[in-house]
């Protein structure tokens, strides 16, 4: 049995349960009443709401007195590294299977299609695909979204940091859905590894680590998409693994991992998880390696800020300005303020809790003791998810679609280790080992299975649509992008616009523009009842005015 590091047993469970349950119901309460849009309400009232109901309840069932006593502990086991490489390969193959077998392997969110849409560009070589003079009118229409803003849309690729498309270039070597599920075992070796080095003598709380990490929902689901936060958690962890050896080799091995994880998808995320951690070396007097992280990392910055100018410059458009891109991107983001950022943070918080195994929050709350007294990294760890928090709730509420919350994914190891210290503080306590093994058989039996067919039954609505659209026997499709943002997402082209039918968003074009696309072949009309006879619905809402005036506005001869 592992010990706290103090020589008391660490608090009680109720101490924790009483008061957390109460949160969570207040919290339940409000998000089913105030979260707004689209998809925060429906996530709520179809996924969220379910899970925070039952860890609520299995809260209180904690607080009535002899209840651990029924419960079995948790079984012992000492996991070895070979042990858990053997069991992260074997989930990873596991994950690539269900990738086809669940999700079809679709990318469900303009994210996701943006990903593949980059990757396409780079298996040829290039930065940025080269738009034909003919279609660059209809760029936009085209790719409606997160397009880098060249001039006069004479090439085209993302506006994301290229390393997640990379990541997926380099796995398509075998197949690029293997990807997600690599990264994933990657991350849970490396939580595996870190665990070993902050709890040595300590068994319990590094198999508790790994349970935390292995059973998360977020992490399994959000594995089987090209979703780039699988690869922050994973390279976070490798960074901290090598972090934690301390010698000068690993700090410089972990400054090349957080080139890697700036450039991943968006600068901000991973500087908020190692901003702590450089500022524990400098409190522990290890102040030129703090330095150093500092220098490389603002060098990294400048570097990926200047990104979009050197694909510009790849493609022969060397008077565009990458900085000013990334300003006019960024300054919008800092300098608005959205009205709903209390429910929506609400939310996205609610839906990270129940994303993960229901004992990570206690545990969490339990490791505050370790974290007040500054117990080895349990406060960079903390600092690292509350300043994510702050941010995100700051500079984007919203998170739009994903599995859990995903702004948080890449802090999931971190909250697996503090779940670790929470452990070795309160193992001793039966309450404890007993509220973790019934919390871990919920989540295993009962909310991974009905996260997982939740997230199933959202995606194969689109993913129908996306195979009807595919069999239209047309040159060119419009759909309706009109109404709820997420149909604009069935537009999707490959860059070299070598797919047929190309796929225009209604909203993006102009009754001339229909004229002028029927002089170059075939046109249909994908409307709503279309999307609703295969599930994508959204009520009984008509085509809009807008709609129709574009398919009144192609001739019968052109039109299917």
């Known amino acids: 049995m592992d010990r706290p590091k103090v020589g008391k047993p660490g608090l009680e469970l109720r101490a924790v349960a009483l008061p957390l349950a109460c ?66 390969v074997l989930v990873a193959l596991l994950l690539w299977a269900a990738t086809y077998w669940l999700f079809r392997d679709y990318p469900l969110s303009r994210d996701e299609q943006m990903v593949v849409f980059d990757m396409q560009i780079f298996r040829h070589g290039e930065l940025a695909a080269p738009l034909a003079p003919e279609w660059r009118h209809y760029a936009n229409a085209l790719t409606p979204a997160f397009l880098l803003p060249l001039p006069d849309n004479a090439a085209w690729v993302s506006s994301y940091m290229p390393v997640n498309a990379i990541f997926r270039t380099l796995g398509g070597l075998i197949d690029p859905a293997l990807t997600g599920p690599v990264l994933a075992a990657i991350g849970a070796v490396a939580t595996f590894d870190c665990a070993r080095r902050l709890f040595p003598e300590q068994r319990g709380a590094q198999g508790i680590a790994l349970l935390i990490y292995a059973t998360s929902a977020q992490v399994l689901v959000t594995a089987m998409t090209p979703y780039a936060m699988t690869g922050h958690l994973a390279l976070n962890m490798m960074w901290l693994a090598l972090y934690l050896r301390g010698s000068r080799w690993a700090h410089a091995a972990a400054m090349a991992i957080g080139f890697l994880a700036i450039g991943l998808h968006q600068v901000v995320f991973h500087p908020l998880f190692a901003l702590p951690f450089i500022e524990h070396l400098r409190r522990r007097g290890e102040w030129r390696t703090a330095l150093a992280y500092v220098v490389s990392y603002s060098i990294f910055g400048l570097f990926w800020i200047s990104w979009p100018h050197l694909v510009a410059m790849s493609a022969g458009l060397s008077s565009f300005s990458g900085a000013s891109t990334f300003i006019g991107r960024a300054l919008p983001l800092l300098t608005s303020h959205e009205p709903q950022t209390i429910a929506l943070m609400i939310a996205n918080l609610l839906r990270f809790v129940t994303w993960e195994n229901l004992a990570l929050l206690p545990l969490m709350l339990l490791a505050w003791p370790a974290v007040r007294r500054g117990d080895g990294i349990a406060a960079p760890l903390l600092g690292g998810v509350i300043l994510t928090i702050a941010a995100m709730a700051f500079i984007l509420p919203y998170q739009a679609m994903g599995w859990g919350y995903r702004y948080l994914h890449g802090l999931i190891g971190s909250c697996a280790l503090l779940a670790g210290y929470g452990w070795r503080e309160a193992a001793e306590r039966r309450g404890v080992r007993a509220f973790v093994t019934a919390a871990t058989a919920v989540t295993v039996l009962g909310c991974i299975p009905f996260l997982t067919w939740q997230a199933t039954a959202f995606v194969r609505p689109y993913a129908r649509v996306n195979q009807m659209i595919d069999a239209v026997g047309a040159d060119m499709v419009v759909v309706n992008s009109y109404g709820p943002a997420f149909r604009i997402d069935e537009v999707r082209n490959h860059p070299d616009l ?48 807008p709609f129709n005036a574009l398919r009144d506005a192609a001739p019968e001869r052109c039109r299917r």
Request: hydrophobic fraction near 55%; aromatic fraction near 8%; charged fraction near 10%.
């Open 498 to 545: 070598s797919n047929r039918p190309l796929r225009f968003a209604a909203n993006k074009l102009t009754p001339a523009d229909i004229a002028l696309l029927c002089s170059r072949g075939t046109v249909a009309f994908v409307d709503v009842a279309q999307m609703q006879a295969l599930g994508l619905g959204f009520g009984d809402v008509p085509d809009p005015a």
């Open 23 to 88: 949160v969570l119901i207040a919290f339940g309460l409000s998000a089913a009443f105030t979260a707004p849009g689209f998809i925060p309400r429906y996530y709520v009232l179809h996924q969220d709401g379910f899970v925070v109901a039952g860890l609520a309840a299995l809260l209180l069932l904690f607080c009535v007195p002899g209840l651990a006593a029924a419960v079995p502990r948790l079984p012992q086991v000492t996991l070895t590294m070979r042990t858990v490489l053997i069991g992260a």
